[in-house]
């Protein structure tokens, strides 16, 4: 370890670390542009210059380690002047896009610009700029603008360092240098998009998001990308029940800076008409109900019926948990459990490569707490025709639930219940009593991943119309069956998850991100 002083801040720190990371340690931010944590070190954009007392000259805080009883200047006089004449140089070409900029709220060069651009120029001439390249799609996601870039590489570093396919490349030299993709090789990997992650301008965006929403009139939410079973670290940005965009969120552990394309525009599946009320069916009219209404159709249902109940590994940990109790512990139904295969989808950790092979978040977490684990988890054997009643807990279980001869099987059943919350799905066709739930952006509760660990989803907005989770569905239809059962009278995700805490091994053990991050269950 060794001790430095940061602005008058004496911290220990990690020997040969960076000035930038070391000064993180005393709360201190050393502005920087071609510096990221998870790339090779380049020092060539010198915003992160810094004093160190006994040096003549500032120095790179990205390629300068720490040395025990080194003395750090961040902020003097002396570092600001150099600030100063670095963000004058960058800015002689950068052009003055910013109110019609998609970065612009979250650019690093919008920020500096504020805190060290001079309002006046002292350049006359024009500012150079790309003829024709300022809105150049080169891949299926990424548009880039070439007058904003500064040059700092970051985009280059990751498709060489990070996926290995090297698609971006500086072309020309001096002050006509560009970047941009080989002749017929697009920038499509299947990481593509986390470049307009680390450019920190507005030269790269995405096709997806781009004058969708301003930055700022978006809210910011927590949560995990269901996906795959990697569960990468996700912020959910979202206004007015919407879903805009998801950003990576940095968990070293599990997809460190990153997210693949899959999963980060996967929120597109969410832009559907949505069930919004339950529907029962009479005389073969699938017919608008109230809550109690179809709650009265499954207690009918349900009593004394032979029920098979197809569980999801979408479900959060407190929802199969419910569905235990409910299904498993007072109506003794049969509880099949199925996840799709997919990929496999590389991510990289900080440390490994990580590899998710089953459509959906949480196979592992729902097979634990249910007690159903298979050993080919893609292919239950569903034995349909012998119930009464097919309970399906969520509509988008496997991708076969659309195929129509998997629904007439699913019909021979006299009464089939599904939750969905896509009205244009198959199943909320099919069903004889449907009821409204949530995507996961609308809920609360843990998943497990791949490794095991058990991470928090947040809920981001209300859900849409009469909308409830499948946990608060699993608690109304205990309550109208066993009215006496204590479990069913809460449906709150922090509950349940503390009983899970103490009672199922497999998250008893799990590595809790939260509680080591924020403190946070
Ligand atoms: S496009 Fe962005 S990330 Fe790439 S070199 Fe330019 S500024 Fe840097
Ligand atoms: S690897 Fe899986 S969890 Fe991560 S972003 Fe892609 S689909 Fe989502
Ligand atoms: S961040 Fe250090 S030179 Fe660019």
């Not at 007439?408 to 799905?425: P, S």
Request: hydrophobic share 40%.
């Amino acid at each position: 370890m060794a001790k430095v002083t940061i602005d008058g801040t004496e911290v220990e720190v990690q020997e040969g670390i960076n000035i930038v990371e070391a000064a993180k340690a005393a709360d201190v931010h050393v502005p920087h542009f071609c510096y990221h944590p998870s790339l090779s070190v380049v020092g060539q954009c010198r915003m992160c210059l810094v004093e160190v007392e006994g040096m003549p000259k500032l120095q790179a805080g990205c390629s300068t380690t720490v040395k025990d009883g080194m003395k750090i200047h961040v902020y003097n006089e002396k570092v600001d002047k150099a600030r100063k004449g670095q963000m004058e140089f960058l800015l002689i070409n950068h052009p003055l896009d910013c109110p019609i900029c998609d970065k612009a709220g979250e650019c690093p060069l919008q920020d500096y610009a504020f805190n060290y651009g001079s309002v006046e120029s002292r350049y006359g001439e024009f500012k150079r700029t790309y003829p024709g390249m300022d809105r150049t799609s080169i891949g299926p996601h990424v548009v880039q603008n070439m007058n904003r870039c500064i040059h700092c590489t970051r985009c280059i570093r990751f498709t060489q360092e990070i996926t290995g396919t090297s698609e971006l490349a500086f072309f020309k030299r001096g002050a006509a240098t560009e970047v941009g993709v080989f002749p017929d090789t697009p920038l499509d990997n299947w990481m593509s998009a986390c470049v307009t992650d680390v450019c920190p301008t507005g030269a790269l965006t995405t096709r997806e998001f781009r004058f969708e929403n301003r930055v700022w009139n978006l809210d910011s939410t927590e949560s995990v990308c269901n996906g795959c079973d990697v569960g990468c670290n996700i912020f959910i940005g979202h206004r007015n029940g919407q879903v805009f965009r998801y950003r990576p969120r940095v968990n070293p552990e599990v997809n460190d800076h990153w997210l693949c394309d899959y999963g980060r525009f996967s929120y597109e599946r969410y832009e559907t008409d949505r069930v919004v009320v339950p529907k029962v069916r009479t005389d073969d009219y699938l017919g608008i109900s109230t809550w109690g209404e179809a709650l009265d159709a499954i207690e009918t249902a349900l009593r004394g019926a032979s029920v098979t109940v197809i569980a999801s590994a979408n479900m959060t940990n407190e929802e199969a948990f419910l569905a235990g109790k409910l299904f498993g512990e007072h109506l003794k139904a049969k509880i099949e459990l199925t996840v799709d295969p997919i990929g496999p989808i590389r991510m990289k950790s900080r440390t490994e490569w990580l590899e998710g092979m089953q459509g959906a978040p949480n196979y592992r977490g729902v097979a634990a707490v249910l007690g159903v684990a298979s050993q080919n988890p893609a292919a239950p054997s569903f034995k349909i025709t012998s119930s009464d009643v097919v309970y399906i807990c969520d509509a988008e279980f496997s991708e076969k639930a659309k195929d129509p001869a998997f629904i007439a099987e699913l019909r021979k059943a006299k009464t089939l219940i599904v939750h969905a919350w896509d009205a244009t799905h198959p199943l909320a066709e099919a069903a004889d009593i449907l009821l409204p739930a949530t995507t996961a952006a609308e809920k609360e509760g843990t998943w497990t991943n791949l490794q095991g660990r058990v991470q928090r989803i947040h809920q981001a907005f209300a859900p849409k119309g009469q909308a409830v989770a499948d946990l608060e569905i699993f608690r109304r239809v205990g309550a109208k069956l066993f009215p006496q059962a204590a479990e069913f009278r809460s449906a709150d995700a922090f509950d349940i998850f503390k009983q899970l805490r103490a009672t199922v091994p497999a998250i008893q053990n799990a590595p809790m991100m939260e509680e080591s991050a924020a403190g946070a269950w």
